[in-house]
């Protein structure tokens, strides 16, 4: 099996990259959108996690940046219903923190609002991973470590109808250059950026 993957990246798109390594083979690998906005420049050095996938009728390479977003794909693929594009699409759309915690909480809506995914996948995926997910524990510079009132904002900007991966994007970007700001602070700075 194929865990890992180190080389230039040749192909930067938004569902799949493919990278060249110093064996001379290039690789394609599907890719969900929240790895695509973190990737390198074309031509530069990157390592890619990877959940080789082998069928009957195919072998699917899917990457991403982190073990934790790994984790996260591999454990929605043993919900019944939930094969790997669904669970690309869920980590295209929400965070892998998102996603965690919207299982914690037992948020159904915020998982409904991944294209594909009904209240009945919604509820499965619930109710399949509820206790499951413990053991995955974020870095210290995780959102809600960093910034005592990102979960807050982020529960507004989202009661607000923005999305949960533009809402995370967001926030993100206004601790990364602001630092720890309160939760109203935090709103408004991030409803400037998305406007």
């Known amino acids: 099996m194929i865990s890992r993957i180190r080389g230039e990246l040749t192909v930067r798109d938004l569902e799949r990259v493919e990278v060249f390594t110093s064996g001379g083979v290039a690789y394609e690998i599907a890719i969900p959108t929240t790895v695509f906005e973190r990737l390198p420049r074309l031509g530069e050095q990157v390592t890619i996690r990877i959940y080789h996938l082998v069928r009957e009728d195919a072998q699917m390479l899917f990457g991403f940046l982190d073990d934790t977003e790994k984790t ?12 790997p594009r669904l669970a690309l699409a869920m980590l295209s759309s929400m965070t892998a923190e998102s996603v965690v915690r919207a299982v914690r909480e037992r948020n ?7 294209s594909g995914v009904g209240k009945k996948t919604a509820e499965r995926v619930v109710l399949e991973l509820t206790g499951k997910l413990d053991d995955i524990a974020f870095a210290a510079g995780a959102l809600g470590q960093r910034a005592p009132g990102a979960e ?23 601790i990364q250059e602001k630092g720890s700001l309160s939760a109203p602070e935090l709103i408004r700075e991030a409803l400037a950026r998305l406007k």
Do not use: C, K, Y
């Open 152 to 174: 807050e904002a982020l529960r507004a900007l989202t009661a607000l109808g923005v999305t949960q991966s533009d809402a995370d994007r967001a926030v993100r970007a206004v």
């Open 72 to 83: 996260v794909f591999v454990r929605l693929l043993t919900i019944n219903g939930v094969g």
């Open 108 to 114: 159904v809506a915020a998982l409904t609002a991944v």
